[in-house]
């Protein structure tokens, strides 16, 4: 069978609800998967109060169920990613998609500036819709969260501290997701060009270099990702000075007052471990699925011209 078809580029051979269904599934594998160890990440990102809560030891629970206990609360506001990653992933695809075609992307040499631009595109849409269902995922992750859904922390966020709860991050979010993005979309297209230069579907490929750019990213951003976790967990502070943090910049002078230049990257290692084998996940899911979708067109088109010869 010929397989000579060009599924690397989605967005001429695919529909939009294609693009968005191969991100969607994509975002939500890539999250999930790796959700135990992101709350490790924000427990340790986030100032402790002054007040730091008091945490039973496993050994105070009759056998075995303390470590169910811990197991659970590590995946306590998945939830809100499974709602959020879901739509939020299928319009960064979809738009990726679009603005690459839309500015000559998809053409043959190599188009670094447009792709760029597609990212940025893609990741302002994408932040937008995503950052209040990170918040709320980031406040059921603390330690000593009592809310019992995704609903009651939302609901609870916006009552105490309004709307201004869910976006107040969304700048250092944005500040920090299109570096992020940039660097991930370079380091994956070059680590996949060099491993697989004839550009054909090939999962080891995906998964080395997705693994090689999610670990780059991340690595880079910690900084402004310490800054947000602290920007999204305020309102649950009992410090009156990350309570009534004001923004990216007063976020950055609290934690070079507390931790010097060290504390900007607190949860480094949970981070890199997080988004390394996430973004393997998610270009591997992306790139199936894009193969997926455009293998079933071609396989039938073959089968109805073998159909017509017949006839």
Known sequence: MDEEYD???????????????AGALAGIAEHCVMYPVDSIKTRMQVIQNSRPATVPPLSSYPTGVGLRTASRNLWRGVNSVVLGAGPAHALHFATYEYCKEYLGANQRGHHPFASAIAGACATLAHDTLMNPFDVVKQRM????????????????????EGVTA????????????????????ATY?????????????????????GGLAGAMASSITTPLDVIKTV??????????????????????SIIRERYGLRGFFRGFRPRVLTHMPSAAISWSVYEYFKWFMDARPATQQQQQDKNSLLL
């Open 7 to 21: 599924y690397e580029s989605l967005g001429n051979n695919s529909s939009m609800a294609q693009n968005a269904m």
């Open 141 to 160: 992750q603390l330690r000593e969260s009592t809310y019992r859904s995704v609903r009651e922390c939302a609901r609870q966020v916006f009552a105490k």
């Open 189 to 209: 297209e070059f680590f996949r060009k060099v491993l697989n230069p004839k550009g054909e579907y090939d999962p080891k490929t995906h998964v080395i270099a």
């Open 166 to 185: 869910f976006y107040i991050s969304l700048p250092t979010t944005l500040a920090m997701s299109i570096p992020f993005q940039s660097v991930q979309f």
């Open 231 to 252: 920007l999204q967990t305020r309102g649950s502070s009992n410090d009156l000075r990350v309570r009534n943090a004001t923004g990216l910049l007063d976020a950055m």
